[in-house]
Antibody, heavy 119, light 111 residues
Framework: EVQLVESGGVVVQPGGSLRLSCAASGFTFDDYAMHWVRQAPGKGLEWVSLISWDGGSTYYADSVKGRFTISRDNSKNSLYLQMNSLRAEDTALYYCAKSDQLLRYFDYWGQGTLVTVSS | QSALTQPASVSGSPGQSITISCTGTSSDVGGYNYVSWYQQHPGKAPKLMIYDVSNRPSGVSNRFSGSKSGNTASLTISGLQAEDEADYYC???????????FGGGTKLTVL
């Protein structure tokens, strides 16, 4: 059974930094690209970032480019999101999601971890 | 403002069918057969219901079906059941710098 468990969400001040983690199990982690997707309170879903199976390629939404960094450690079956220069509009539930083989859709999602940016 | 446009809400009675539309552009929905649909119950993670416009993952009821015409994709749920009450989101790959876009979500109420 595929499991994705996010952690690291806390309350942080504007301009602060945070690192989210996602522990994966139930599939061969280093065979698949992985995403971060976020959902602001009461709002819809927003794609944030993608990392290739080997970490060699990364992609970002314009809203986070230059501030967020996605990475992975295949030896630990873990995905990360380093978030810097946080803004109030970054407040959201952050999901990690597994990609299908051809990067067409998100086939499994974690339960999410809540990041609140507030003074 | 979401890149893909969905109705905010739809409703139907048990046993009826409903359709949720998802309108984009030729850069996303109309340009690729990479439309997917997700079901999200309150406080839960999204669940993949349809991929590549009309394919169902293993374990998803055949009451759920998807289609596309031009820049608009649709999700149809037949034989509505109380457990179908949830939010539904469409998504598409896009040629823009965003790579993947979502609709704003549709709240389905089973009357």
């Amino acid at each position: 059974e595929v499991q994705l468990v996010e952690s690291g969400g806390v309350v942080v001040q504007p301009g602060g930094s945070l690192r989210l983690s996602c522990a994966a199990s139930g599939f061969t982690f280093d065979d698949y690209a992985m995403h971060w997707v976020r959902q602001a309170p009461g709002k819809g879903l927003e794609w944030v970032s993608l990392i290739s199976w080997d970490g060699g390629s990364t992609y970002y939404a314009d809203s986070v480019k230059g501030r967020f960094t996605i990475s992975r450690d295949n030896s630990k079956n873990s995905l990360y999101l380093q978030m810097n220069s946080l803004r109030a509009e970054d407040t959201a539930l952050y999901y990690c999601a597994k990609s299908d083989q051809l990067l067409r859709y998100f086939d499994y999602w974690g339960q999410g971890t809540l990041v609140t940016v507030s003074s | 403002q979401s890149a893909l446009t969905q109705p905010a809400s739809v409703s139907g009675s048990p046993g009826q069918s409903i359709t949720i539309s998802c309108t984009g552009t030729s850069s996303d929905v109309g340009g690729y057969n990479y439309v997917s649909w997700y079901q999200q119950h309150p406080g839960k993670a999204p669940k993949l219901m349809i991929y590549d416009v009309s394919n169902r993952p293993s374990g998803v009821s055949n009451r759920f079906s998807g289609s596309k015409s031009g820049n608009t994709a649709s999700l149809t749920i037949s034989g509505l059941q109380a457990e179908d009450e949830a939010d539904y989101y469409c998504s598409s790959y896009t040629s823009s710098s965003t790579f993947w876009v979502f609709g704003g979500g549709t709240k389905l109420t089973v009357l």
